[in-house]
């Protein structure tokens, strides 16, 4: 879904540090550099699901698409995200179809023959996914349009904790959920580290209806919780494939184009 000016390179970078792991004092810079990357990272992984689940649906019978209990996304290689379906929950778990996606494209699947259980790895992300649903329910974490969260679990960083993404789906081509949207960081042993959410209420964003070759300018929000933008904005960005400008509560105002985020030069 990259345009021009707003590009995700294909090779998913290698797993920043956790933002639920960031020192209390991280400097302006450091939270900017961490959301940036973090961001990029949530897209190429979100991209690779939804790639992935049209795969799916082409793929496996209908009547054996019942009972899919998730799937997990993993780096196989520099340039590759393996997707990895499964039934079941918990030790019951059986992963049943996998593909490879590079470049935004689905380039190996298979519909396994017999289903196998997840790695020890793969259990520990399915189970964090698990995790972090139950914690939206405790604390009324909620989407901001009719549609169930899309759900994004990045790998831990050498045993660290895992940081699951709530995320508010598109209800269509004209509206941008940029309400509704969570973190749960979960620790190796599935409890819950932190988690919060990064709006104080539902901010569903007009996207601009553009003449064909107009550029578009972008959309413009305000963000009271943090001091600089997050990597929803990033994410929110290489989605729509246009810069997001933030306003922040210091009445900062700054151009999130992709993974560049700078101060906004006003006239």
Not at 29 to 44: D, F, K, P, T
Not at 131 to 155: D, I, M, Q, S
Not at 231 to 242: G, K, N, P, T
Request: glycine share 6%; charged share 15%.
């Amino acid at each position: 879904m990259a345009a021009a000016g707003v590009q995700a390179s294909d090779a998913p970078p290698a797993a920043p540090a956790l933002p639920g792991a960031a020192p209390p004092l991280a400097s302006a810079e450091q939270r900017v550099a961490q959301s940036a990357s973090i961001g990029r990272l949530l897209y190429l992984f979100d991209r690779a699901a939804w790639t992935s689940t049209d795969a799916v649906t082409a793929t496996v019978p209908k009547d054996q698409l019942t009972g899919v209990g998730g799937y997990v996304v993993e780096l196989a290689d520099p340039q590759t995200l393996r997707v990895t379906y499964y039934r079941g929950a918990g030790d019951a778990a059986r992963a049943f179809f996998v593909a490879d996606v590079r470049a935004g494209q689905v380039v190996r699947k298979e519909l396994l023959a017999t289903p196998v259980a997840l790695s020890a790895d793969q259990a520990i992300l399915a189970r964090a996914r698990t995790v972090a649903a139950a914690r939206a329910v405790e604390r009324g974490y909620k989407p901001c349009t009719a549609f169930p969260f899309n759900t994004v679990v990045l790998p831990s960083r050498n045993g660290g904790p895992i940081a699951v993404y709530l995320l508010s789906a598109m209800p269509d081509a004209t509206t941008y959920p940029m309400g509704g949207n969570y973190r749960v960081v979960v620790a190796s042993d599935g409890s819950v580290v932190a988690s919060r959410p990064y709006t104080v209420s539902c901010l569903n964003v007009p996207i601009p209806k553009l003449p064909a070759g107009a550029k578009p300018v972008g959309v413009t929000v305000t963000h009271l919780l943090d001091p600089v933008p997050t990597e929803i904005h990033v994410f929110a960005s290489y989605s729509l494939r246009m810069p997001v400008i933030v306003a922040t509560s210091d009445k900062q105002v700054w151009v999130v184009q992709g993974s560049s985020i700078t101060p906004a030069k006003l006239k």
